[in-house]
């Protein structure tokens, strides 16, 4: 004879409804959120890589991973912080790759790939020594300096955002901008007595 | 005191942006050397600032959260069933299956245990009680029992659906939850899952009584040779 089980299937369907409920209300959140920290997550990966298209794709990727991970985000209120952290290290990895496949690929072709034209217009003389200058810092004092940078931004914020102290922002800001000034010196020299 | 010893705290002040100490002051105002450096590092941190806030600022492309929106409305917002959406049709014929399967049980259990029917069999005509008027057929988009509606649908009406507990064969349970769940999202037609009302009226069953004649009971005949009439008519 058949074997046959008991089931209850509304409960099943609830259990569904409850869900996607759940999940309706995750989206609303997380949509709040889109909208004030897309260009939050855009302009640190715009500072790291240099290059709009780039850029883009890792804040995508980003906001993705952060809507992904946002139900087990246990303290809303870390939104912000915890977004710069994720497009930063996207960055970094997307940097780190391309560096990679940039050496691999002058070894078969000499010529450098170039500059979109937005990327050219924005970029002066001075701005491409910067953004060499900032490629070679410590990612710690990088990310510091660009948060701080960023319109809006108060020192407090920052600290807050990195989980840091105060005192630690002050000094690592400091402490970077000590260090470009010493990259950056010779080129003002230089540009300025042209 | 030598400007060499002064070069530090004049950088350190151009990099806070801060007013130089009254000593500071005082050597910037007596040499003009390291008045001037002070003016390029002061022009330097300027430069420095305003350059990490044109790379801190720029304009975020307008394709930005449209892009992102479209992901994620592209990828599955709940935790996706491992059934597929035409699993709807499966669980609709096994549902069917499940029927034909409650039909012939009972069918089956009759014939399995004669005790069953020794006991249908010795039950008087009279002893039969009468059947219980069949409750009123149901009507199309509603189940019979406590109704209890889950959630409106896309469709005018609220679906509304049964709670109740079924048995099922064991491999079934998640294509019948896929189905509940289609049927509740509209995807499915409820009517599917619904029998035809009957349109003609049912009779009483009429029953009529077994007439037996009674039993003849008559001495064995004998077996020595002699015929009996009864053996010699059916000879002829």
Not at chain 2, 23 to 41: G, Y
Request: charged share 25%.
């Amino acid at each position: 004879m058949q074997e046959l089980v008991l089931i209850q299937p509304g409960r099943a369907a609830e259990k569904e409804f409850a869900q996607e409920a759940a999940q309706a209300a995750l989206r609303r959140e997380f949509e709040e959120r889109l909208a004030e920290c897309g260009s939050l997550a855009y302009r640190v990966a715009r500072g790291v890589l240099r290059n709009g298209a780039d850029a883009e794709d890792v804040a995508q990727e980003a906001l993705l991973r952060a809507y992904r991970r946002f139900e087990r985000l246990r303290d809303r209120t870390r939104f912000r912080a915890w977004l710069v952290r994720i497009a930063f290290r996207l960055a970094i990895d997307r940097a780190r790759s391309s560096k990679r496949r940039e050496v691999r690929e002058t070894l078969w072709s000499q010529t450098a790939p170039r500059p979109s034209t937005e990327d050219l217009a924005a970029t002066s003389e001075f701005q491409r020594h910067l953004d060499r200058a900032m490629e070679e810092l410590a990612e710690k004092h990088r990310l510091v300096l660009l948060l701080a940078a960023m319109q809006g931004h108060s020192l407090e914020e920052v600290a807050e955002m990195l989980d840091l102290p105060m005192g630690t922002v002050k000094s690592r800001l400091f402490f970077a901008k000590k260090q470009l000034a010493e990259k950056l010196r010779c080129h003002v020299k230089t540009i300025g007595k042209r | 005191m030598p400007c060499e010893n002064y070069r530090e705290a004049l950088i350190e002040a151009a990099a806070a942006h801060s007013e130089p100490s009254r000593e500071l002051r005082s050597h910037l105002d007596a040499c003009a050397s390291c008045r001037a450096i002070f003016t390029e590092e002061v022009q330097l941190f300027a430069a420095i600032d305003t350059g990490l806030r044109a790379i801190a600022n720029v304009e975020v492309p307008a394709s930005l959260l449209p892009g992102v929106r479209v992901q994620l409305n592209g990828r599955p917002v709940a935790r996706r069933s491992w059934v597929p959406a035409s699993a709807a049709l499966a669980a609709a014929a096994a549902l069917v299956v499940v029927l034909v399967c409650f039909h012939d049980f009972g069918r089956d259990a009759a014939k399995l245990n004669p005790r069953v029917n020794s006991v249908a069999h010795n039950v008087s005509p009279a002893a039969v009680q009468p059947i219980p008027p069949t409750p009123a057929p149901y009507e199309r988009g509603v189940l019979p029992g406590k109704n209890k509606t889950l959630r409106p649908v896309g469709t005018q009406a609220a679906l509304e659906v049964e709670e109740v507990a079924v048995l099922i064969p064991p491999g079934q349970k998640q294509a019948i939850d896929a189905l509940l769940v289609s049927v509740q999202k509209g995807k499915v037609e409820a009517d599917v899952l619904l029998a035809e009302k009957p349109t003609g009226t049912l009779e009483e069953l009429q029953v009529s009584r077994l007439d037996i004649s009674p039993i003849e009971v008559r001495p064995l005949a004998d077996v020595s040779g002699e015929s009996t009439p009864l053996n010699e008519g059916t000879r002829r």
